[in-house]
C-alpha cells in the first residue's frame, strides 16, 4: 500500500538524505540566517511547548529547546532523525525529542503545542491543504504557526548560478506552485500560501521577503563550496537538465563564476530569496 507523501519518503529516506548526512553542519552554517529570523517570527517563550516540522538533523529544533519548555521535531527522514537525535544526546538537551513521522498524516495530539515553526520543511506535502489542517489541529487556540519556504528559482541567485549556465545549453523549465507538486518551489507564491492557509483555518497570515545573503556551505576553499553546491540535490537535478554531453561546460561556468565571487579565507557569498510566514489559529 502506497503511503502519503510516498515519493518524498523513498527520496529522504535513500540518495537525497546523503548529501545532508554528510555535511550537516555546513548546511546548518549555510542557512542560520533563516533560523534566526524564523525564531525570532515565532515568538517562543519560556512555557511554550514547540513543535518543529521537517527537523531534518535537528539543528532548528535544538535551537528552539533552549528557548522553550518542550521541542518536537518531526521528520519523515530516518538518517535525518538519527542525527537530530545523536546531536541531542551529546548536548545534553533533554527537553528536546524528535519523532519519524510524517506531518502531513502523523496523529499529533489536538491542541498541543503553542508553535509550530518549520525552516523549508513545509513544501513536499504532496496534499498540502491536509497538512496544513492536521498542523492546525495540533496547535492551542491563539498558537502561531511560523515558517519559511523558498521563493521562486529565479529570485535565487545562489541557484541561478546553475540556472544560467544550464540555459545556455537548454530552455529551463518552470518550477514553482501548489499545482506542480510537492518540491522546493511550490509555495513559491505568497498568495497561494495566504489562500492555503486561510482555507485551512488560519487566520492573521502574514508573508514577508526574506533574502540575506549566505555563505555557500558555511564557507571554505573554492573547491569546498563549489563541491557542496553541485552535490546539493536542486543542483544536481539543474545540471541534470543540460544533458550528459554538456553537463561538464554547465559545470565548468559554475566554476567559474563561482571562482570570481570567492572571498579568500572566507568563502562565496551568494543572495537567497525566501518567504517568512506566520499564522494564527
Known sequence: MLRSNQKQFEAWNGGESVHYVDHSDRYDRQLVS????????????????????????????????????????????????????????????????????????????AGTFDVIISQFGVMFFDAPMTAFINLRRALAPGGRAAFVCWQGLQANEWLMVLGRAVSQHVVLP???????????????????????????GFERVECDPLTPTVLVGGGGTLDESIDFLLGMGMARGLVGLAGPDAQNAVIDTVRRELAERYEPNIGVRLGTAAWLVSART
Do not use: K, W, Y
Request: overall charge negative; glycine content about 16%.
Open 174 to 200: 518552470h518550477f514553482g506552485g501548489q499545482a506542480g507538486g510537492p518540491g522546493m518551489f511550490s509555495l513559491s507564491d505568497p498568495s497561494e500560501i495566504t489562500t492555503l492557509l486561510h482555507s485551512a
Open 34 to 109: 533563516f533560523g534566526d529570523a524564523l525564531l525570532a517570527r515565532g515568538g517562543l517563550e519560556s512555557h511554550h511547548s514547540v513543535l518543529d516540522i521537517g527537523c531534518g538533523c535537528g539543528a532548528t529544533t535544538l535551537r528552539a529547546a533552549g528557548l522553550v519548555e518542550r521541542a518536537v521535531g518531526a521528520d519523515l527522514s530516518e538518517p535525518l532523525v538519527e542525527i537530530a537525535r545523536h546531536r541531542a544526546r551529546t548536548s545534553g538537551i533533554g527537553n528536546a525529542e524528535f519523532v519519524i513521522a510524517d506531518a502531513q498524516t502523523h496523529r499529533f495530539g
